[in-house]
């Protein structure tokens, strides 16, 4: 179904939410339709957030907000949806487009198999109706769920959309870009340079992708790279937690714009760790590039003033490889806390593969190279 008659049966006016590649046509429109103009449409940090945001609209106008999200996101709405949303708290409606990533009976990522299971069960224990959209869905069957979701609506409960693979269409061509040079996959073959022997704990999406096939392309094996691939925003902390156990062993982190927003609290925690081994580097596009290229606010913040703030000892942006390179060979060497902000094109390999040995088999690995590291 295309998706501006899904959201004219809907029938809001104010969007926000996290993007989703299952939901990439909704998210294109949007942008195409409202930009980033925050009156109508805000692309948040987390789902936590626009969640949040979204009861401030209905809280000025009265009206009904729409969330979006991909169902990894569900874990950070649990908390506003039961203590802020919920009609026996605020009684404040929201309307859920969630995009069902790891549905059961449907090839997916590892990390997306059990929370695809637990989808439809967690938005149940929130007391959130659920309507599932698949590519059978007619307008009328839509039109109908919807006048039932508006009687819950009204009694200040929440309802969901819960969106199947290849479900919803957009025939706009919406292209996202910026003005940087240096390519990601390049920059992180530049890190894997430096870094050698050193572990590496890289962040969700495209970059552990690209990371497994340089290490690949290179003849080396992959144990000392945890490769980040759920949990997004997360892959600093377990940098963090790593580092402060192997203080003798410099630690480095490949990170994203994006991630580094989803839970931009934990650069605070580890600038008060006192940790002095970790490299911290954040590869900054601007865009939610894995997941179809939405914009982030990441280009227009100050992260080098936001860490130094935090208590990182020492904290650089680069733009272009010279300026890289020498930055990543003085981290290396030296002791203390270090970011390194990185700007980066967006875009990827369109033949980019995926890790081709299990995420505990990772783990394992990575478990046993670093046990042979000094304390």
């Not at 179904?1 to 969007?15: S, T």
């Not at 940098?239 to 934990?266: N, R, Y």
């Not at 970011?339 to 040995?357: F, N, Q, Y």
Request: net charge negative; charged share 25%.
């Amino acid at each position: 179904m295309e998706v501006e008659k899904i959201l004219d049966i809907i029938g809001a006016d104010f969007y926000t939410g996290v993007p989703d590649s299952q939901l990439k046509a909704l998210c294109n429109y949007l942008m195409d339709t409202y930009g980033t103009d925050f009156r109508h449409h805000v692309i948040a940090a987390n789902e936590g957030n626009c969640t949040a945001l979204a009861a401030g609209y209905h809280l000025a106008t009265g009206k009904i907000p729409v969330v979006y999200l991909q169902n990894s996101g569900e874990g950070n709405i649990i908390n506003p949806v039961a203590s802020l949303l919920n009609d026996q708290v605020y009684a404040i409606p929201v309307v859920f487009i969630v995009g069902w990533r790891g549905e059961p009976g449907i090839h997916d990522e590892p990390q997306h198999i059990y929370q695809g299971r637990i989808t439809l069960k967690l938005l149940e224990d929130m007391d959130i109706e659920t309507f599932i959209v698949d590519k059978k869905t007619t307008e009328e069957e839509l039109e109908n769920a919807m006048s039932g979701f508006r009687d819950l609506l009204a009694r200040g409960r929440s309802v969901a959309f819960v969106v199947r693979k290849g479900a919803i269409s957009y025939s706009g061509r919406t292209e996202y870009k910026n003005g940087c040079r240096m390519g990601r996959e390049e920059i992180i073959k530049h890190i894997v340079a430096v870094s050698g022997e050193d572990p590496v704990i890289s962040t969700t999406g495209k970059a552990s992708r690209e990371l497994f096939e340089i290490r690949e392309a290179n003849g080396q094996e992959h144990k000392y790279d945890f490769l980040t691939v759920g949990s997004m925003g997360h892959s600093s902390s377990i940098a963090l937690g790593i580092a402060m156990q192997k203080p003798g062993t410099k630690i480095w982190c490949i990170d994203g714009d994006g991630a580094v927003l989803m839970h931009m609290g934990a650069m605070a925690v580890i600038g008060a760790s006192g940790c002095r081994n970790m490299v911290h580097v954040v590869i900054n596009n601007g865009s939610h590039e894995t997941v179809g290229g939405m914009p982030t606010v990441a280009g227009n913040i100050d992260l080098v003033k936001i860490a130094a703030a935090c208590g990182y000892e020492y904290a650089v942006c680069v733009d272009h490889f010279d300026a890289l390179d020498k930055e990543l060979d003085a981290a290396k060497k030296r002791k203390g806390l270090a970011l390194i902000e990185v700007k980066s094109a967006i875009g990827a390999r369109g033949d980019l593969g995926r890790p081709t040995t299990t995420a505990v088999e990772n783990k394992r690995n990575f478990m046993e190279h670093l046990s042979t590291l000094d304390e």
